[in-house]
């Protein structure tokens, strides 16, 4: 009979447990974006399924998942916390729903799954919740490649940006012309687990080059942040240096040609005159009809000669 009495007992105990519990709920928003260096809110409130009801909150423990240890731990009016981490209202007591966990200068490390858990004099309830960070990448720089011994050995156009997560990309542009396929990127993780990008774009010798290009920073979600332009015109890349022979060359070549074209002329005006004072004297000559014409026919052909 006492171990029928003594099994009710603890039967009915659980019930009320498992009611109370069913009574108040941890609403945790299941994935909070923080930014890397700067504060970072993990949102819970508590709620009572009864309405109107307002349960006095006894415990609070935040946790990483899957950590013994707890970063925050409120316990019957006496709160005890890992540094940069509190609860986010200030002067919090029992009485407040909202028991959202608050990291100051957020690390790389603070990426992690969270526990709440939280015992009220209405039930208990734990809930799970995440942080997801992101940073924005610094503005980027191009420069052009070290040039070589071989002025036609080939150049490249080089892109860097760093300070950004997640991973993101550097693409390269052109007026309304994409040139990324042409390009080679890398990315790599710093010490501080942001990432630093590298695009090279080669300048091919003997290639006509667009005025100018630009490289593009783009975030993990695809959307633009930053971006920066290199003007081509002036810079002696291997296309560049090649046609400013050709420069050379040209004038040149046409100088020499007019040089001769003058040269010619002068021939043509000193022999000329010389045939026209020949003709001038048949003119003025006694002499035979028939010499006459011959002496004509001569000058004509030394005009055309």
Same mark, same amino acid.
């Given at each position: 009979?006492?171990?029928?009495?003594?099994?009710?007992?603890?039967?009915?105990?659980?019930?009320?447990?498992?009611?109370?519990?069913?009574?108040?709920?941890?609403?945790?928003?299941?994935?909070?974006?923080?930014?890397?260096?700067?504060?970072?809110?993990?949102?819970?409130?508590?709620?009572?399924?009864?309405?109107?009801?307002?349960?006095?909150?006894?415990?609070?423990?935040?946790?990483?998942?899957?950590?013994?240890? +707890?970063?925050?731990?409120?316990?019957?009016?006496?709160?005890?916390?890992?540094?940069?981490?509190?609860?986010?209202?200030?002067?919090?007591?029992?009485?407040?729903?909202?028991?959202?966990?608050?990291?100051?200068?957020?690390?790389?490390?603070?990426?992690?799954?969270?526990?709440?858990?939280?015992?009220?004099?209405?039930?208990?309830?734990?809930?799970?919740?995440?942080?997801?960070?992101?940073?924005?990448?610094?503005?980027?720089?191009?420069?052009?490649?070290?040039?070589?011994?071989?002025?036609?050995?080939?150049?490249?156009?080089?892109?860097?940006?760093?300070?950004?997560?997640?991973?993101?990309?550097?693409?390269?542009?052109?007026?309304?012309?994409?040139?990324?396929?042409?390009?080679?990127?890398?990315?790599?993780?710093?010490?501080?687990?942001?990432?630093?990008?590298?695009?090279?774009? +080669?300048?091919? +010798?003997?290639?006509?080059?667009? +005025?100018?290009?630009?490289?593009?920073?783009?975030?993990?979600?695809?959307?633009?942040?930053?971006?920066?332009?290199?003007?081509?015109?002036?810079?002696?890349?291997?296309?560049?240096?090649?046609?400013?022979?050709?420069?050379?060359?040209?004038?040149?070549?046409?100088?020499?040609?007019?040089?001769?074209?003058?040269?010619?002329?002068?021939?043509?005006?000193?022999?000329?005159?010389?045939?026209?004072?020949?003709?001038?004297?048949?003119?003025?000559?006694?002499?035979?009809?028939?010499?006459?014409?011959?002496?004509?026919?001569?000058?004509?052909?030394?005009?055309?000669?």
């Amino acid at each position: 009979m006492a171990r029928s009495g003594l099994l009710w007992f603890f039967t009915v105990y659980l019930s009320t447990l498992q009611i109370q519990a069913a009574l108040v709920n941890v609403d945790c928003t299941k994935e909070n974006i923080g930014v890397f260096g700067q504060q970072s809110m993990l949102e819970c409130v508590v709620t009572c399924k009864i309405k109107g009801k307002y349960p006095k909150i006894l415990t609070v423990v935040w946790k990483k998942d899957g950590d013994d240890d +707890p970063l925050l731990k409120y316990d019957n009016g006496k709160l005890e916390h890992s540094p940069r981490y509190s609860l986010a209202v200030p002067s919090w007591n029992g009485n407040n729903m909202n028991v959202s966990l608050l990291i100051t200068n957020t690390e790389m490390a603070d990426e992690e799954d969270y526990t709440c858990m939280v015992i009220t004099n209405s039930g208990s309830k734990t809930s799970l919740t995440s942080l997801k960070l992101k940073a924005k990448y610094n503005q980027p720089t191009i420069e052009l490649s070290d040039e070589k011994n071989d002025p036609n050995d080939e150049k490249s156009l080089i892109c860097r940006t760093d300070g950004g997560y997640p991973r993101g990309e550097l693409r390269w542009f052109s007026g309304n012309d994409e040139w990324t396929k042409s390009s080679k990127m890398e990315a790599n993780k710093m010490k501080n687990g942001l990432f630093s990008i590298t695009s090279r774009l +080669p300048l091919l +010798p003997g290639s006509t080059f667009p +005025p100018q290009y630009t490289c593009v920073v783009y975030n993990a979600s695809g959307s633009i942040e930053d971006a920066a332009t290199f003007e081509v015109d002036g810079v002696m890349g291997a296309s560049n240096m090649k046609s400013s022979n050709a420069n050379v060359v040209a004038p040149m070549v046409t100088i020499g040609s007019l040089l001769v074209g003058l040269l010619l002329l002068l021939v043509f005006r000193r022999k000329f005159f010389q045939c026209k004072r020949r003709m001038d004297y048949t003119r003025d000559e006694d002499i035979e009809e028939g010499e006459l014409e011959n002496m004509k026919t001569d000058a004509d052909t030394c005009i055309k000669s």
